[in-house]
C-alpha cells in the first residue's frame, strides 16, 4: 500500500482556483496498478468523487465538476494535482486523494488524511 | 450520477451483530461483484473494509463481512464493539459512468 499526503491552501477565496497536490510515498505512481484519485467530502455530508487519473495520462472526472476540474500528474516528483476552477462556497470541503485500484475504481485501499479547503472572501 | 441507497442510522448492542444495505441496480451492484465497503471515524478518512463483495484486507477484523443478493449488497458487524461507532459507505462500480458510485452513508451507533 503506498502513503499519500494532501497539500495546498486551506483557503480559497470565490471564482479563484483551488490547488492541491498528493505527494505519493511507498511506491510509483508510474505503476499501472492504480487510478490516482480525488475525492471530496462536503461537512457532514457524504463521499464525492472528484475524477481519477492513470499514469498514461487518461483522466476520468465527475461530469457535474468537469468544465473545472484538472486533474495532473508529475512522475518526476512522484505526485499528482487537483485544480478546481471558479470555486463558490459549494466547493467548500475535506480534499483526499487516493489511489484506486485499476481493475475496479471502487477498491480505494489507501487515502490520504484529507484538507479542507474553506471558499471564502 | 445517481447515489446507492444505504439506511441513514443503524444502532445495536455491544456484542450483537448489525447489517447494513445498500441498494443499486441492475448497472451496479446487482450485475457486478464490485463492491466494496468503508468505515469512516470522525475526522479521519475513510478505511477499506472489504471489497469485491465478501474480501477483507488484511488487518480488517473478521467481525466484517460482506454479501449480496440481488440489487443490494450488505455489510454485517458481528460482535458490535464502541469502536465500530463510525459511518460507513459503499462503493460499486456501475456500467453507466467510468467512475465508480458511493452510497448515502450510514451512521452506526452502538448503545
Known amino acids: 500500500q503506498v502513503q499519500l499526503q494532501e497539500s495546498g491552501p486551506g483557503l480559497v477565496k470565490p471564482s479563484q482556483t483551488l490547488s492541491l497536490t498528493c505527494i505519493v510515498s511507498?511506491?510509483?505512481?508510474?505503476?499501472?496498478?492504480?487510478?490516482w484519485s480525488w475525492i471530496r467530502q462536503h461537512p457532514g455530508k457524504g463521499l464525492e468523487w472528484i475524477g481519477y487519473i492513470y499514469y498514461s495520462g487518461s483522466t476520468y472526472y465527475n461530469p457535474s465538476l468537469k468544465s473545472r476540474v484538472t486533474i495532473s500528474i508529475d512522475m518526476s516528483k512522484n505526485q499528482f494535482s487537483l485544480k478546481l476552477s471558479s470555486v463558490t462556497a459549494a466547493d467548500t470541503a475535506v480534499y483526499y486523494c487516493?489511489?484506486?485500484?485499476?481493475?475496479?475504481?471502487?477498491?480505494?485501499?489507501?487515502w490520504g488524511q484529507g484538507t479542507l479547503v474553506t471558499v471564502s472572501s | 450520477q445517481s447515489a446507492l441507497t444505504q439506511p441513514a442510522s443503524v444502532s445495536g448492542s455491544p456484542g450483537q451483530s448489525i447489517t447494513i444495505s445498500c441498494t443499486g441496480t441492475s448497472s451496479d451492484v446487482g450485475n457486478y461483484n464490485y463492491v466494496s465497503w468503508y468505515q469512516q471515524h470522525p475526522g479521519k478518512a475513510p478505511k477499506l473494509m472489504i471489497y469485491e463483495v465478501t474480501n477483507r484486507p488484511s488487518g480488517v477484523s473478521n467481525r466484517f463481512s460482506g454479501s449480496k443478493s440481488g440489487n443490494t449488497a450488505s455489510l454485517t458487524i458481528s460482535g458490535l464493539q464502541a469502536e465500530d461507532e463510525a459511518d460507513y459507505y459503499c462503493?460499486?462500480?456501475?456500467?453507466?459512468?467510468?467512475?465508480?458510485?458511493f452510497g448515502t452513508g450510514t451512521k452506526v451507533t452502538v448503545l
Open positions: 487516493a489511489s484506486s485500484d485499476y481493475n475496479s475504481s471502487e477498491k480505494i485501499d489507501s
Open positions: 462503493s460499486s462500480y456501475t456500467s453507466s459512468s467510468t467512475l465508480s458510485l
Open positions: 511507498g511506491g510509483s505512481i508510474n505503476s499501472g496498478d492504480y487510478y
